[in-house]
């Protein structure tokens, strides 16, 4: 038997931090982002894989809470375990510790599993995937809760440039996270790290398109979006270190 849980030692490097020498959310998504690609390789879920069974895994919504910043040259080891999926939907969540063994932030992700040529999600794995031995139930969760205000704050038209989008042909999923941060006033980013995050993640932005994006200061964080006409296509909550993060459900 195959274990369910993986992982990972990384130093974080100065190109993963921001004016404070404080790990950007991006550049922490991005790693436990590559941690699950890694743990699927290892299971025999290649890129090959997925390009011959045309699937691939999306990110449907993610929450992020961090128990303290996490600073340049830090090692930290991440620890990925996955869940099978329950209503097409894949759960997984990874610890992030550091040297000392404490543990300083904590990812909760849900994924589903997408035909890439119909863009529909599969509610029944395929063969191989259903074959991977993901654990029955991963106990540890976070907050989806994302509140959102009445008249969000227009940011103008915006594009999914080059350097935002990734192989499947759409802005990648840590990049929007990128984006809402870069939407955010600069003195209160550098002031005071985020501690919680919370996304939903509901239509794919095609390299090369047109999108609006809009943000709003809430009595407890900010909000960010994405649209395109007719459509949501990505929205976030965050939280600043001196507030409070969502309590667990």
């Not at 895994?57 to 600073?71: E, G, M, N, S, Y």
């Not at 809760?145 to 802005?171: F, K, M, V, W």
């Not at 955010?184 to 919680?196: D, G, N, Q």
Request: glycine share 2%; net charge negative; aromatic share 8%.
């Amino acid at each position: 038997m195959q274990p369910t849980t993986y992982t990972q030692k990384i130093t974080v490097n100065s190109v993963d931090c921001d004016l404070a020498r404080r790990m950007t959310p991006g550049a922490l998504l991005r790693l436990c982002q590559q941690a699950a690609t890694d743990h699927c390789t290892a299971l025999g879920l290649t890129n090959e894989y997925y390009q011959t069974e045309h699937v691939a895994f999306l990110l449907a919504k993610l929450a992020c809470q961090w128990a303290r910043p996490i600073h340049l040259d830090e090692e930290l080891t991440l620890i990925t375990r996955p869940e099978a999926a329950k209503r097409a939907v894949y759960k997984r969540i990874t610890e992030i510790w550091d040297a000392a063994g404490r543990e300083v932030a904590l990812v909760d992700s849900r994924w589903v599993l997408v035909d890439t040529e119909s863009r529909h999600i599969l509610r029944r794995p395929t063969p191989a995937i259903a074959a991977v031995p993901f654990a029955d139930t991963v106990d540890r969760e976070l907050s989806f809760t994302l509140p959102r205000p009445e008249r969000p704050e227009p940011l103008g038209e915006q594009r999914a440039l080059y350097s935002l989008c990734d192989q499947n042909g759409h802005i990648n999923n840590t990049r929007y996270i990128d984006l809402a941060c870069d939407a955010l006033p600069l003195e209160e980013l550098t002031r005071a790290p985020v501690a919680y995050l919370c996304a939903n993640y509901h239509s794919e932005i095609p390299a090369g398109q047109a999108f609006a994006a809009e943000r709003a200061r809430l009595e407890n964080g900010w909000y960010f979006a994405c649209s395109q006409p007719q459509k949501r296509c990505f929205e976030a909550f965050l939280t600043f270190a001196e507030k409070a993060a969502p309590q667990q459900p």
